[in-house]
C-alpha cells in the first residue's frame, strides 16, 4: 500500500502482540486440534514475543515434521 492510504482513513487501530501466556494457551488449543505434543523445544519457541498467526505456523511445522516421521 501506498503512503496516500492512510490520508483516507481516520481511524489506526493497534494490536498489541499477545503476552507470553496468551500465545501458549493459543499453542496449546492448537497442538491438541493436530494431536501435536507441546515439547520443551515448542515451548522455547512459543516463549519469543510473537503473533498467534506464527505461534500456529510453528505448530502447523511441528504437526508436518510428525507426519513426515511417519511416512
Known amino acids: ?3 496516500a492510504v492512510w490520508r ?3 481511524v489506526h487501530l493497534e494490536f498489541p502482540l499477545p503476552t507470553k501466556a496468551e500465545i ?3 499453542a496449546r488449543d492448537k ?3 493436530f494431536s501435536v505434543p507441546v515439547t520443551t523445544e ?3 519457541m512459543l516463549a519469543k514475543r510473537m ?12 504437526a508436518r515434521r510428525m507426519i513426515l ?3
Open 24 to 26: 501458549l494457551a493459543y
Open 42 to 44: 515448542l515451548r522455547q
Open 69 to 71: 516421521r511417519e511416512v
Open 1 to 3: 500500500l501506498d503512503p
Open 51 to 62: 503473533s498467534c498467526a506464527d505461534a500456529e505456523q510453528l505448530v502447523e511445522d511441528q
Open 31 to 33: 497442538a491438541q486440534k
Open 8 to 10: 483516507r482513513f481516520d
